[in-house]
């Protein structure tokens, strides 16, 4: 029942439109780099893990021009949004191999990569939902926020990978998912999501996250990831740092579930963390109906950074880091490398 957010076929990339959903599943045809960073850039594919799953097969079609291209088509692919770091982390991985294959074998090595970094992530979030259950048995009444689901990764979903990990187990899951202005990746993919999988899941508008965690019984907020830096500070979509103060003021446990393709350790804290200004249009009309005039300013940041010290917990492939700060992350990642 899971969507399917990418697939690779005979030298094509379809990518599902993000933008249509809920109401049409079309596919998009990517079969040049240029096409999937538009793709990325305007939405049709977005979600950290996804982003950067997309942008590796963009260097694999560039590979079937040359070599050039596939140099092209890194620059290119990286200027496509600033926040998530797994873009970067899966262009990285791609550079890396570019570098160390020679010409004959070049495209037959660079799919092989994509096709692993897609792979894993689906298998990272398999295991990330079994690590959160040691935090989340209990759990049956539950807030979040954007998608951090299937969409938005290479399949199962991060946040929603928990929460369908639950539902398995206790089958009496009750999902309030924030309808996440300006795009309403909640109210439009969460709820889909969530929908066809059979779970209870009801958009609330963003402002009425308070009220729902005082009168709901919220046992706990779940949310994605972008970016998590060296201290555990979290960049993730717009309001989530919201949702964390209400959640720490209403003593809910606030989760992130990210994989560690997400961290991004050469960033010393969240005020390093580059966030994405997106065009004004998206809060001034609404699919061609204006909201608010031309005159009045808007602003329209894509991101927000959650402060560590409002994590409860961050779950990853390899184990969960309570209560994170940068000497935890040390540790974690000191024994990660040692194993
Ligand atoms: O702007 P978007 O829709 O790409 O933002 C996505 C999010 O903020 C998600 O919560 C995050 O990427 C985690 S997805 C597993």
Redesign the pocket.
């Known amino acids: 029942l899971m969507p399917e957010t990418l697939k690779w076929e005979d030298k094509t990339l379809w990518i599902l439109d993000q933008r249509k959903i809920p109401f049409q599943t079309e596919y998009l045809r990517c079969t040049s780099y240029e096409d999937v960073a538009s793709a990325i850039e305007q939405?049709a594919i977005?979600?950290?893990?996804?982003?950067g799953i997309a942008a590796a097969y963009g260097v694999v079609l560039a590979s079937h021009i040359g070599r050039n291209a596939c140099e092209k088509a890194i620059s290119r692919l990286a200027g496509t949004?600033p926040t998530?770091v797994n873009l970067f982390w899966a262009l990285m991985r791609m550079k890396k191999i570019l570098e160390c294959t020679d010409d004959d074998r070049l495209s037959k090595h660079l799919l092989t990569e994509a096709a692993g970094i897609f792979q894993d992530d689906i298998d990272n979030n398999r295991n990330m939902a079994l690590h959160g259950m040691s935090l989340l048995s209990h759990v049956s009444v539950i807030m979040t926020?954007?998608?951090?689901?299937a969409l938005?990764?290479g399949g199962y979903?991060?946040?929603l990978g928990l929460i369908r990990k639950l539902q398995e187990i206790r089958n009496n899951l009750q999902v309030y998912a924030c309808e996440t202005r300006p795009?309403l990746?909640g109210g439009r993919l969460t709820s889909w999501e969530l929908w066809q999988d059979g779970i209870d899941v009801t958009v609330i508008c963003d402002s009425m996250a308070a009220s729902v965690m005082l009168n709901k019984g919220i046992h706990a907020v779940i949310?994605?990831?972008?970016r998590v830096a060296a201290n555990g500070d979290v960049a993730?979509?717009i309001g989530?740092y919201g949702l964390a103060v209400l959640a720490r003021y209403h003593n809910i446990p606030f989760y992130v579930?990210?994989p560690i393709s997400?961290f991004d350790r050469a960033v010393e804290s969240g005020r390093e963390i580059p966030i994405?200004e997106r065009a004004e249009g998206e809060i001034r009309s609404f699919r061609d109906i204006p909201l608010i005039p031309d005159h009045i300013p808007v602003h329209n940041p894509?991101?927000d950074v959650t402060p560590a010290d409002l994590v409860s917990a961050i779950i990853t492939e390899k184990g969960n880091i309570t209560r994170p700060d940068r000497k935890k992350i040390r540790d974690f990642f000191d024994k990660l490398n040692e194993e």
Do not use: W, Y
């Open positions: 939405m977005r979600g950290a893990p996804a982003i949004r998530a926020h954007c998608n951090a689901g938005a990764t979903g991060t946040a795009l990746q949310v994605g990831a972008d993730n979509k989530t579930a990210s997400t994405e894509a991101f």
